[in-house]
């Protein structure tokens, strides 16, 4: 026997029914267009998921999109030279940890926003690789700062900037003066014909950088 | 009563908390909260509410529901504002005592600014539609 949909406002069982698509998205995990459902009471002219049957078909979803991402992230990392032995050793997970969640595409919810913020500022890494140490951690993060400038503010893919950095021929170093983020050498290394010639400060412009 | 809306807000919290079923989403609510808030499902907008994510819950106004059905059960409309962690929010409730349930009626980033103004009081004091 199926029961009737009462209206949650006036109590009546006058109640349409109407159907419409919607889009959900994932940041890296994509979008997916889904069927929702909606109740119109005719006689308060309410409207509502009366029977409460988009929840469902909602939460499936964002677990698909979200174990899209951990697998596209992790495909990221992997693509750009990354490790993942390496990082999880850095994040101090147990080993295959990052293997398990991109073969069956379900970490926890910390896992998920983990991933998200390493891939949204791979530097991180490197902030974990010197144990969170605050001094390090501004340094590191100024340094990506004074790189995203370098490249005329343009938006890179900051992965793709991290996995460039790991070259040998990167471009750029920097020397923190007084161990201080405030003055800081940015020593630009010439690469012409592939040779890296280390020690060839082309330009030093000192910068400061005001907090 | 002075305190109407302070006892509203503390049984609508209660109510989160121990009946969530007697929670009633209407309108754009669910709609407006996954736009808006990344908050998916019912369950999880009354998760929010009933463990204190509504930051900062101040009262902005009581009103007559103008889509009221009944002249014996009027509904009346009791709207806060809040923050969770850095954005503004605006959640208007209803105690419908004729069913035993709490509405709520909207639940989206303020319309008019998050922070009480010279210029909100006044318009509180001329009369303004609902959000």
């Known amino acids: ?211 | 009563m002075a305190d109407d809306h302070a006892r509203i807000l503390r049984e609508f919290l209660l109510a989160c908390s121990e009946t969530p079923e007697k929670i009633k989403p209407i309108n754009n609510v669910l709609a407006d909260a996954r736009y808006h808030y990344k908050i998916q499902t019912k369950p999880a907008l009354i998760d929010l509410i009933a463990n204190n994510g509504l930051e900062q819950l101040s009262f902005d106004k009581k009103k007559v529901w103008k889509k009221n059905f009944t002249d014996h059960h009027p509904l009346f409309v009791y709207s806060f504002k809040f923050k969770t962690l850095h954005l503004p929010g605006y959640i208007a409730i209803i105690e419908n005592k004729m069913l035993g349930n709490w509405l709520i009626k909207s639940f989206h980033p303020p319309t008019k600014g998050s922070n009480p103004t010279l210029a909100d009081k006044f318009q509180n004091l001329i009369g303004q539609p609902e959000e």
């Open chain 1, 1 to 211: 026997m199926s029961q009737k949909t009462h209206c949650p406002v006036c109590g009546s069982t006058d109640i349409s029914f109407s159907e419409h698509y919607e889009i959900l998205s994932e940041s890296y995990g994509g979008s997916k267009e889904i069927l929702l459902f909606e109740n119109f009471c005719n006689t308060c002219e309410t409207p509502g998921d009366f029977e409460e049957k988009n929840d469902g078909i909602i939460q499936s979803t964002v677990d698909e999109l979200k174990a899209r991402a951990v697998v596209n992230i992790l495909n990221d990392f992997i693509e750009n030279g990354f490790n993942l032995s390496s990082m999880e050793r850095v994040l101090e997970l147990p080993q295959r940890t990052l293997a398990k969640w991109k073969n069956t595409g379900k970490p926890s919810a910390a896992g998920v926003s983990l991933l998200k913020l390493i891939r949204c500022f791979p530097w991180l890494l490197e902030v974990a690789e010197q144990n969170f140490e605050f001094q390090s951690a501004q340094k590191i993060y100024i340094s990506t700062a004074y790189t995203f400038i370098a490249n005329n503010s343009t938006y890179m893919d900051p992965l793709k900037i991290k996995a460039e950095e790991k070259s040998p021929f990167s471009g750029m170093s920097y020397t923190f003066n007084d161990n201080s983020i405030r003055n800081v050498t940015i020593n630009l290394h010439s690469s012409t014909d592939r040779d890296f010639h280390s020690e060839q400060i082309i330009n030093s412009p000192q910068l400061t950088c005001d907090r």
